[in-house]
């Protein structure tokens, strides 16, 4: 089966964007369109449950992420979308990765999907700025990369959804990426890479807004990616500057629980409330 864009070469294309990549502001990422055969992307959008009707799944009902879904591993993918998740995990992609982002260190895949797989928001719903949780929960590897894939065909920018990433002190984004089909967003995980789309969803009742998300791991990390505060953390959640500077107080408060709460409790704790 064909993935890529038939014009598509893994090689020549990361040392064409090598650059535009790793001098991003306000942190290294990429936007690139029409990355994978448009055939098999339209059968992966044909294999997309509706999310909120399925069991086991994640369902998000908080005031930092609302109304958004997420599969657990494997089980509910298509066979195509399988096949796309192998593919996204397999020596050559992870080579591609390597070589565009500049990461030193060796990155690995995550065939367990923590925290990947499909991604569902639907209308109203909205995903908090924010840091990604920085360790595998199982294998303790360090997160360092996202590569997200949308599936939206027709999607008008009215409709909102907009990927964004914004600078470490939060005063304002430098990207906002529509969520349109056959669109890839990728960009290297910090605990001060902020991005999330914050504004509620604004799309018709019978439509969503779906990727699917993949993620890279190394096994150690540059200090200067680390808040020193938080070696160990799940998602982080923080205020755009004068809109929802609230958001920093959740922080505080989770820099405490940690500081005071064995490690086996909180992984119990995430456990039995996925």
């Not at 109304?67 to 998740?85: H, M, R, S, Y």
């Not at 995550?110 to 209308?123: A, R, T, V």
């Not at 997200?148 to 065909?153: E, F, R, S």
């Amino acid at each position: 089966m064909q993935i890529l864009n038939p014009n598509i070469n893994l090689a020549e294309l990361a040392k064409q964007k090598k650059d535009e990549y790793q001098k991003a502001d306000p942190f290294p990422n990429i936007a690139i369109h029409d990355f994978f055969d448009e055939d098999m992307l339209n059968k992966v959008v044909n294999e997309f449950p509706d999310l909120a009707v399925k069991k086991d799944v994640m369902k998000f009902t908080h005031h930092n992420e609302k109304n958004k879904f997420a599969t657990k591993g494997e089980d509910l993918l298509g066979p195509v979308t399988k096949q796309l998740v192998h593919f996204l995990n397999s020596q050559p992609m992870l080579e591609f990765l390597q070589e565009l982002s500049g990461i030193k260190e060796k990155l690995l895949g995550d065939p367990y999907l923590e925290g990947g797989g499909y991604h569902e928001i639907k209308p109203g719903g909205m995903l908090k700025l924010h840091a990604d949780f920085n360790k595998h929960r199982d294998t303790n590897l360090d997160r360092r990369l996202n590569l997200l894939i949308y599936l939206n065909k027709d999607w008008d920018e009215s409709y909102g959804g907009h990927f964004e990433l914004w600078d470490k002190d939060r005063t304002k984004a430098y990207k906002k990426i529509l969520p349109t089909f056959n669109t890839i967003a990728m960009f290297t995980t910090t605990d001060f890479s902020y991005h999330g789309h914050p504004d509620p969803l604004t799309c018709p009742p019978d439509r969503s807004r779906r990727s699917l998300a993949l993620y890279y791991y190394t096994n150690g990390r540059p200090a200067s990616e680390i808040n020193k505060n938080l070696e160990n953390h799940s998602t982080l959640y923080v205020g755009r500057q004068g809109v929802d500077n609230d958001i920093k107080k959740i922080i505080r408060v989770k820099s405490i629980i940690r500081d005071f709460v064995p490690p086996i409790v909180i992984k119990t704790f995430r456990k039995i409330t996925e």
